[in-house]
């Protein structure tokens, strides 16, 4: 049984034809207000024409009524064809900026970055 646990989480690991989606949900602070996140929000859909190599840009928010979400609220999903776009993404300045633009209204980020298998 811990064998075939392992051999699917090599096979995750590795890339499948597709895309990649990065996942990004957002737990903002009690104190920030409506137009803070919106300006949050306009800054993160924005990054999709000054950072070559993202393919689309999603965003929404909680909406489930499992009340499961843990306090966080705002989900956004970048998806790219490669690793490299990704990893540029991650390190470009204009990102850089938009980290710097975020912090003071953010609680806790969750990330996780996946291989999209149909």
Same mark, same amino acid.
């Given at each position: 049984?811990? @064998?075939?646990?392992?051999l699917?989480?090599?096979? $995750?690991?590795?890339?499948?034809k597709?895309?990649?989606?990065?996942?990004? /949900?957002?737990?903002?602070? *009690?104190?920030?207000?409506?137009?803070?996140?919106?300006?949050?929000? $306009? $800054?993160?859909?924005?990054?999709?024409?000054? /950072?070559?190599?993202?393919?689309?840009? !999603?965003?929404?928010? %909680?909406?489930?009524? !499992? %009340?499961?979400?843990?306090?966080?609220?705002?989900?956004? /999903? @970048?998806?790219?064809?490669?690793?490299?776009?990704? *990893?540029?993404? @991650?390190?470009?300045?204009?990102h850089?900026?938009?980290?710097?633009?975020?912090?003071?209204?953010?609680? !806790?980020? @969750?990330? /996780?970055?996946?291989?999209?298998? !149909?």
């Amino acid at each position: 049984m811990m @064998l075939a646990v392992n051999l699917n989480l090599q096979a $995750a690991d590795q890339p499948a034809k597709g895309l990649l989606r990065h996942v990004v /949900i957002f737990k903002y602070k *009690d104190t920030a207000k409506p137009e803070e996140i919106a300006k949050v929000e $306009a $800054a993160f859909r924005a990054l999709k024409k000054s /950072i070559p190599g993202i393919v689309s840009f !999603e965003s929404g928010v %909680n909406v489930s009524p !499992e %009340n499961l979400n843990k306090g966080f609220t705002h989900c956004y /999903i @970048l998806t790219f064809k490669t690793e490299k776009a990704r *990893d540029n993404y @991650l390190t470009h300045p204009e990102h850089q900026k938009f980290v710097d633009l975020v912090k003071p209204v953010l609680a !806790e980020p @969750l990330v /996780i970055d996946f291989w999209v298998r !149909e």
